[in-house]
Structure formats: structure tokens, C-alpha cells
């Protein structure tokens, strides 16, 4: 049976989503004694929703989901961007984990996802598998700014994000997580410039975003990524990456650490696992390895504890993130860095 890609995006969202269950929340911490760092990698004050909101922005046409909290009256707002070839629902245990926390993470489907472009990016290998066909976006300055408009119509239109989810996304220090080329997305907006595929020197900053956490970020020498691409980059970010982070460009987490070396110095952070790998930012393999649970614990405590810091002002979260305690929370399974 054919499906073409409107039907494909349609089936996809008309399925019922997988729903995170009470005990991955409700566990006994596993990665550390200090109740602190359970406070940031167990579910937060609030129940998540079971299933996202799927909606179409009226004025860009951006087709997001919604993670938020139940019973909270307002959450400041997250702007989540997901890796290529992907889609939001992959990372679901961990939107799920943020809305827990007080945020409302809105997350565009982008046109590279499996739902959309990706789809014509695959094509059968030699082995009789699937081969995909990365160069091409890899130095696409269009596909890049497509991704960087699809984030910042979610700030365009968060009255809309408000009334669909019934609460006020507040917008006053909007922040942004990203995976992957999901990450790669999110340092364009915030200030990084990288050199397309046929030339062009591309900047796309968008000064309403308040800070940034970067999850598998690319480094220099891909995405047109050069020594120069983060002098731009001001504002607080956070990058998220270890020993073992490999994907398809080749680059582990030395490499993809480039963001927080090369920055201006001020509000950079860096949480470097010391036994990483590229599955641990979906929490997708969490449940039955558990050296992937404790990774994703890590992902999950190092992320909220930046997005409290910078989002709602916690102090105690601030205090955690520019000092040594999270290498003493992990039982030093991570090292943790600011400048």
C-alpha cells in the first residue's frame, strides 16, 4: 500500500501516542543518593500531559505539539527543535519530563523529519537496506532557515500555544533546547553563523530567545561550522554531549564541546558525560539498559536544572549548575564546566 506524505504525517498523528507511565516518574532514584539531583531527574511538581496537543499555527502553518503540566495556570515557554530525520514524539520521555517541571515545551515538526522531507531523503542502499542521503541538508542554507522559522513562529504565535493548552505560555524569557540538528538550529538562533553549501554566510539570530541548551551539538568543521561560527553567541547556553556521542557527521563530544570553548565567556555551561552515547537524549532504550537509564537521568537532571536556572530564576538550580555539585550528585558520571 502507497501513502503519500500528507497521509503518512496524518496516520502518524491520528495514532495514539505512547504514554509515559507512572513509574518511570515515580521510581526510586537508581543514579544517586542526593535528593536534590532526583528533584531535577524524576518528575517535577506537576502531572504531564498523557498526549501533546497537535495543532497547526494559523499565521506560519507550523505544525507543533504540545507537552505542558496539568493543573498549572501558566509555564514559561520552550521551544524545542528535534534532530534530523526524527520527530518530537521520539523524545517524548523527555518533553514529558520538562512539562513536569513547569514548562510548556512546544516543538515544531520540521520538514526534514520522517514525517516530511525526510521521507525523499531515503533511498535503498546497495545491502538491500536503507541509505540516506545527508549531504544535501548538511549545507542547505534554506532548510536551515526553514528550521529556524518554524521555532520562532512558536514565539510569533504563543497566544495561540496559550488558548490551545488552556494556560499562559509565559514568554518573557523563552528558551530553547535542542538535539542534533535540532541543536545546530538552535545555535543559529541564538547568534552562531555557518557558511551554506553554495556560499552563503548564514546568521539568523533571534534575540527574543533567553538562552539555549544544546543536546549533541554540532562542532567545527560540520554544518559550515568554522572557528569563528560562536562569537556571536552571548546569551546563556548549555551543552550537553560526553565521551561516546557519535552520529553520522563523525564528531564525538570533544568535538561537539566547541560551542561552550569557543563562545564569549559568561553564562556557558557544559556537561560532559563520561560514558555518553547518541541514543541517551530520547530516553528511548531507558527502560531496559540500565546504563542508559542513569545517561538519561543525567540528560534529564543536568537540562531541567538550566532551564530553572534561566527560565524561572531558581537560585539553588543556579548555584548547582556554575559550581562542582553535579559532579558530585552523578558520582562524578559527568563533568560539569562554566565560564
Sequence with gaps: MSLT??????????????????????????SSTDPRYAMYSLQGSYAPTEAP??????????????????????????????????????????????????????????????????????????????????GGISGDADAWAARARACASVLDEAAVVSNAVNMVALTERPL???????????????????????????????????GAALLSPYGEGAFGLDANSWSGMTRPILAVTGKGDFDASGQDGDRRADVFNKTPPGYKHLAMLRDASPSMFSGQRARTEPKELMRFDDVKAVTTAFLKAYGYHDRQAFADIVGDWFLQASMRRLDFLYR
Excluded at 507511565?21 to 537508581?30: G, H, I, N, V
Design 53 to 134: 496537543v497537535g495543532m497547526a499555527l494559523p499565521a506560519s502553518g507550523t505544525r507543533v505539539l504540545i507537552f505542558h503540566p496539568l493543573g498549572a495556570p501558566s509555564g514559561r515557554l520552550v521551544v524545542f527543535s528535534h534532530g534530523l530525520l526524527s520527530e518530537p514524539q521520539v523524545y517524548r520521555s523527555l518533553l514529558s519530563h520538562l512539562a513536569s517541571h513547569g514548562f510548556i515545551v512546544a516543538c515544531p515538526i520540521h520538514d526534514d523529519s520522517l514525517m516530511e522531507r525526510g521521507l525523499r531523503l531515503r533511498s535503498a542502499a546497495v545491502d538491500g537496506g536503507a541509505a540516506w542521503n545527508l
Design 5 to 30: 506524505r500528507r497521509g503518512f504525517a496524518a496516520a502518524c498523528m491520528a495514532a495514539p501516542f505512547s504514554v509515559a507511565r507512572a513509574d518511570d516518574f515515580l521510581r526510586p532514584p537508581p
Design 176 to 210: 530553547l533546547v535542542g538535539h542534533g540538528l535540532g541543536a545546530f538550529t538552535a545555535m543559529l538562533l541564538m547568534g552562531a553563523s555557518a557558511r551554506s553549501g553554495d556560499g552563503r554566510t548564514l546568521s539568523l539570530a533571534d534575540q527574543r530567545f533567553y
